[in-house]
Structure formats: structure tokens, C-alpha cells
């Protein structure tokens, strides 16, 4: 449907239908992020047998462990220790002091910001008598293409099998994904929100910050869960559904919830007064 401007305040107007995301673009073209040089630092430590792309930049202090493979025109910063046997594709850029465990996959135009930590342990312990022995966390970790992960995130590795980041999702500072957990396509998760194990989000979901999931549950596609939400291990919030509260419920329910709590003060404030006349009739009643 065209737009129409034709009411429009007499001034120049650059007309779009999405003004925030056109914004987006023209700052982007505004104010470009100069990469960095390609070429790897001379403080750097690369295993013999790992792949720098001619394009990529590889900076102090960087170490690459064995048969890694860096893609062309990665920018790798300060401090970033890359495991072995991990691969980085075309274009990702990795912030100071990232963190790549071993055998980990990172798609094309990836960006990891300071401090996040990609395939440590899952949290997998099994009781054998009366101590904790460690389950061996062997699986791996799988980011598509455009995933984008805040700073001092963490995504555990599974323990058998993949934990994964769908194409284009993006994780704000602060969150932790479980081992085993599959996470669908453009899927935003907010700050401090956190995963347990085998927690399935599908395409499109929108998770709100401080938000706590319990293991092997799942948000369906396009479900938006509000901020400070509990959800309970194995529940299943439905397609579209928003949701709020702890444990998490439909926004109608929860606000309903609100609304009687709101008014506990004014009821308990009535029942005191019903019963001070109810003892009053009684001791009329017994003087009678």
C-alpha cells in the first residue's frame, strides 16, 4: 500500500516504509566499520597445520589450534583463543577474548563479542553413589550464518550430539545456552536470560531478559516470552502465544492475576471490617 505524505509538514522528507530498519541501513553506509588489516600478528600462535585465509586478520596475542579453519576476511581481535579443529566462516568477526573450544562451527558474518565462550562443558553430571561423577560432554556446537552472541555469553556444547543456533539469531550479553538446546532461525533472546539443557526455541521467537527455561522445553515459532518469565522444564508455550509470569501463562491470565493481587490490600482491609461487625453481632447476640 502506497504512502501517503501529503499532509506532511513542508520540509524534506525521505520516505520509507520501515523508517527504523532504512535508518538502520543508511548508518550503516554513514558510519562504516573499517575492518582491520589482513595479515596475522607477529604475537600470534597459529598451529602449523591450521588455515588463515590470505583476507583474514588475526591479532596480538591470538592463539589457533590444530587443523582449524579461518575463512576469508575474518577479523579475529586481541586475545581470542581458537581451539582445535574449529571452523569460522567467510566474513565472522570475533571481539577481544573470545573463547572456541575445540571442534566448534561458526557460519558466514558471525559476530561474538568480548568475553563469550563457545563449546565449554554442558552442565552433565551423573550421581554415582554418593558423589557426582562427570558425564563426558562430547558433542559439538553448530552457529549458521548471521548469528550474532552479546558479550560474556556462553553456549555449552552438547553432550552427545549438536547444540545449535539457527541462521540470523541473535543472543544479547549475558546469556547462557544449555548443552543439547536447538535454536530455530531469527530467534532474539534479551540479556540474562538462560537455557537448560535440551531447550528447543523454534523460528522466531522473541525471548524477553532475565528469563528463566527449564530442560526440554519449547517455545514454538513466534511465541514471545515476557521478561523475568519462568518457564517449566518440559512445557510447551504454542505458536504466537505471548506469555508472562512465573511459571509463565497467556498475557490475558497473567494481567487478570495482576489486577487481584493489585487489590489483596483493599479486600484484607473489608474482610477486617466484616469481621469486627460480625463480633460485635455475636457478643449483641449473646447479651440478648
Known sequence: MPLDFRNAPVRTVI??????????????HLYPQPGPAPGVHETALVALDAEIA?????????????QSRIGPRCSIAAGCTVGNRVTIGEGSRLYANVNIYDAVAIGARAILHSGCVLGADGFGFVLAG???EKF???????????VEI??????DRAALGVTFIGQGTKLDNMVHIGHNCRIGKHVVVAAQTGLSGGVAIDDYAVIGGQVGIGDKARVEARAIVGSGA???S?????????????????L??????????ARLPSMHKELQELRSRLAELEARAARE
Open 130 to 132: 554418593d558423589h557426582y
Open 54 to 66: 590470505p583476507s583474514a586478520s588475526i591479532g596480538p596475542y591470538v592463539t589457533i589450534g590444530s
Open 234 to 250: 518440559s512445557k510447551i508455550i504454542r505458536r504466537g502465544q505471548t506469555v508472562w509470569g512465573t511459571p509463565a501463562r497467556p
Open 230 to 232: 519462568g518457564i517449566l
Open 252 to 261: 490475558r491470565e497473567h494481567l487478570e492475576q495482576l489486577a487481584h493481587v
Open 136 to 146: 563426558p560432554q562430547v558433542g559439538t556446537v553448530i552457529l549458521e550464518d548471521d
Open 15 to 28: 520516505r520509507a516504509a520501515a523508517p527504523r530498519t532504512t535508518l538502520a541501513a543508511a548508518l550503516g
Open 150 to 155: 552479546g558479550a560474556n555469553s556462553c553456549v
